[in-house]
């Protein structure tokens, strides 16, 4: 009985985090990736704006969340161009060789690449040296995966 009382108590405290990210490569809360926000918008609008269910679609196992038609197309079209680079988790934390989770708010675009950070003290910090973190975060990127 009591094994089973402590099996359930690590189930309980470890679990969302042993299971969080997995199943696919993108950071997603609650099934949708990027918190919600719209990606293309980072590109068009240099902004972070919420998306909406309303404009919503299922890409690379991903639910994706728009603010417009307009950019649910345009990401329809392309969604490898405005996806975020390393499934959406910390740029700088996969610099460093681990995943973290992002704000959508702490966000760099680069060479026309969006990268999501931590929160904006790491985004700092990612800016300081960008073509040195993103040549270590890409070589690390796929063992990270």
Known sequence: MKLS???IYTLVV??????YGQGTPYFTEKGVA???????????????????????????????????S????????????????????CAYGVSEIHKSPTQPE?????????YLNYNQKVLKLWRSDTTRYIRQANAYWPALK
């Open 70 to 89: 307009e950019n649910l197309n345009l990401f329809k079209e392309h969604p490898q161009r405005y996806a975020p680079q390393f499934g959406g988790w």
């Open 106 to 114: 702490a966000f760099t675009i680069v060479n026309e690449k969006l």
């Open 14 to 19: 470890f679990g969302p985090v042993v299971t």
């Open 34 to 68: 990027v918190g919600g926000y719209d990606v293309v918008a980072y590109f068009t609008q240099q902004a972070a704006v919420k998306g909406s269910s309303n404009f919503s679609f299922s890409w690379d196992e991903v639910t994706w969340h728009f603010s417009s």
């Open 5 to 7: 009382r402590i099996l």
